[in-house]
């Protein structure tokens, strides 16, 4: 059951993501001087009125930190053990810190399966809208211990643009090791912070460089995709450095201390949440210029039809998210299918049936 609060609604929603390479020193140990002053701009952000989440990179490297694996074994093992002993010192620290300002925060361990499904997605969805209407700060983290391979999110990342996204926060905020983005890479004299990002995503491939930082899995190229998908469905990112003592409160006074890619318009959460399922489609959809043409049009609006249906591949269940492309193989969108893929491909190229993908459920990319 989901809860609806005037009291959360009413309240500005941030979701900040802060980096391994934030709130670890050079050794790779935890910065707890960092990690203080950060919870402390996390406490003045909800005393002035904001509902925070905080997504936390750092278990893996706490875990390192607090033992070393004395034997042998594979990097994933590896990975596991060492989240399932940083992530219990990790949220020790949080929690010591919090207290300190009489604030209480929980611990949300995520996988990528918990956003595909939609019921688990809804469930995750109350116990945040639950945590925020008793004034609890949410503390979010993937669940490295059962996250492997297909499980993997890319990084925390994208977990802090689902939250954002399940969250319909006004902002994202994520912290990083540098400035925000540079027109070349951030150690170069020459090279220069870029304030302001427009969301096109072929006006930013030429310039982003795709290093990855020291600890973590992420790179630039990664929050830039995230913060693209977010500005289509309303939403805010800056990227800024979070070893500026300063940096929440600029953003939370509409200054911009690092790069800023703007929120474009608004969809409905089903949307939202269609939004961050690219690449966990049940199947896909081909479909003839004809179609494709309707679909992208700003005059009509039109929902997917089998007469415009070439061919149809993989197995799906009626709600399932499916793949639509051309004859050339070009992604055209995503959308929840009407009917099985079993029914569906007894009816390609008919006219008069009800359409595979009813409109409200497309997403299209234009």
Not at 2 to 28: A, C, M, Q, W, Y
Not at 81 to 86: E, N, Q
Not at 230 to 245: C, D, F, R, V
Request: net charge positive; hydrophobic share 40%.
């Amino acid at each position: 059951m989901l809860i609806h609060d005037t009291k959360v609604n009413r309240l500005k929603t941030i979701v900040v993501k802060v980096g391994t390479n934030v709130i670890s020193t050079p050794e790779g140990m935890i910065d707890h001087a960092l990690l203080k002053a950060l919870v402390n701009q996390l406490v003045n952000l909800k005393a002035s009125g904001y509902s925070v989440i905080l997504v936390s990179s750092g278990a893996v490297g706490a875990g390192k930190a607090a033992m070393r694996i004395p034997y042998r074994t594979n990097k994933v093992v590896q990975r596991q053990v060492y989240s399932a002993v940083g992530q219990i010192k990790l949220m020790n620290f949080y929690d010591n810190l919090f207290n300190e300002s009489d604030l209480h925060c929980a611990q949300i361990l995520a996988t990528k399966e918990d956003f595909r499904d939609r019921n688990h997605y809804l469930n995750m969805k109350s116990c945040f809208k639950g945590l925020l209407r008793d004034e609890i700060i949410p503390i979010v983290n993937e669940n490295d211990v059962t996250s492997v391979t297909e499980l993997m999110f890319t990084d925390n990342d994208e977990l802090a643009g689902l939250i954002a996204s399940m969250l319909n926060a006004e902002k994202l905020v994520i912290l990083t090791n540098v400035d925000g983005v540079f027109n070349g890479h951030p150690d170069d004299s020459e090279s220069q912070l870029i304030k302001e990002i427009d969301p096109d995503p072929e006006k930013v491939k030429s310039f982003i460089t795709p290093v990855k930082s020291s600890f973590g899995r992420g790179g630039m190229l990664t929050k830039i995709a995230i913060a693209q998908k977010l500005s289509k469905i309303g939403i805010s990112t800056y990227i800024a450095n979070g070893k500026n003592p300063e940096v929440l409160s600029d953003i939370a006074a509409e200054k911009n201390p690092g790069t800023l890619i703007r929120s474009s318009k608004k969809l409905s959460n089903l949307k939202k949440w269609m939004a961050f399922q690219e690449g966990g489609e049940a199947g896909t959809v081909i479909i003839n210029e004809g179609a494709k043409a309707a679909l992208r049009s700003h005059d009509l609006v039109s929902s997917l039809l089998f007469v415009g249906i070439v061919n149809i591949e993989g197995d799906f269940k009626k709600h399932d998210i499916i793949r639509i492309i051309d004859e050339k193989n070009q992604n055209v969108g995503i959308g929840l299918a009407g009917i099985s893929s079993e029914k569906a491909k007894k009816l390609i190229g008919k006219k008069g049936e009800k359409p595979l993908i009813h409109y409200n459920y497309l997403l299209i990319n234009n």
